[in-house]
């Protein structure tokens, strides 16, 4: 195969799995990958999963990553936050939700974290289309009831305070409606009292 060729048929996206190339290529020689990795034309995300070098170069590429590497799952929880302008700080974790068993993987192209939920929560999430590819992403209300639900912990007014949250942006986010038709669908008591305990802190926090 001509490397040229190969690079420019898998750049189009931020990632690719050795199944796609075999697909595209029957009698693809798996040895071609071990060499360019070798020379640094791609780089190894994870089992299976291969990147062009230089073709990632914004967050919202690394979540699509993060859904295809772990599937099924998609990006939420703090990392959701700081897309949706909550927290003032960067997130160097990737952090998503999956069916799956919670996992983490450490590459060259970023750190990855999945949290484990049941298939009845597996919900809520909407699509990014940055570059032509679908990303999934939790919206607002799911992101949050996530955070609340896998940081019980989190549960006191003293505690929101601690994560520095921007309100202002949260409460233009957030539907209230879907938020509370969200909540319900865990059926549990203790994430329906955190939920009213953020809710007052939410909207009735005064605000410099």
């Known amino acids: 195969m001509i490397l040229i060729n190969y690079l420019e048929r898998f750049k189009k996206t931020p990632a690719f799995s050795v199944r ?35 073709r990632i170069a914004t967050e919202e590429q690394l979540y699509w990553v993060a859904n295809k590497i772990y599937s099924p799952s ?6 959701a936050f700081a897309h949706y302008g909550w927290i003032p700080e960067a997130v160097f974790t990737i952090t998503s939700i999956s069916t799956r068993k919670t996992q983490v993987f450490d590459t060259q192209i970023g750190h990855f974290r999945y949290s484990s939920v049941k298939p009845s ?3 809520g999430y909407r699509l990014l289309v940055p570059d032509g590819y679908g990303t999934k992403i939790a919206e607002p209300e799911k992101a949050l009831l996530d955070f609340l639900y896998l940081r019980p912990k989190i549960a ?31 059926d ?13 802190y939410l909207y009735h926090v005064e605000t410099a």
């Open 188 to 200: 549990s008591q203790s994430l329906t009292e955190r939920v009213r305990v953020f809710k007052n």
């Open 121 to 123: 929560l597996f919900f």
């Open 20 to 54: 796609e190339v075999e697909q595209l290529y029957p009698g693809f020689e798996r040895e071609n990958l071990l060499n360019w990795q070798k020379k640094g034309h791609i780089i190894r995300v994870r089992n299976g999963w291969y990147s062009v070098k230089g």
């Open 74 to 79: 998609y990006v939420s929880l703090e990392t």
């Open 156 to 186: 006191t007014i003293a505690d929101f305070e601690g994560l520095r949250l921007n309100l202002d942006q949260m409460r233009n986010d957030i539907d209230q409606n879907k938020l509370e038709a969200y909540c319900s669908l865990f």
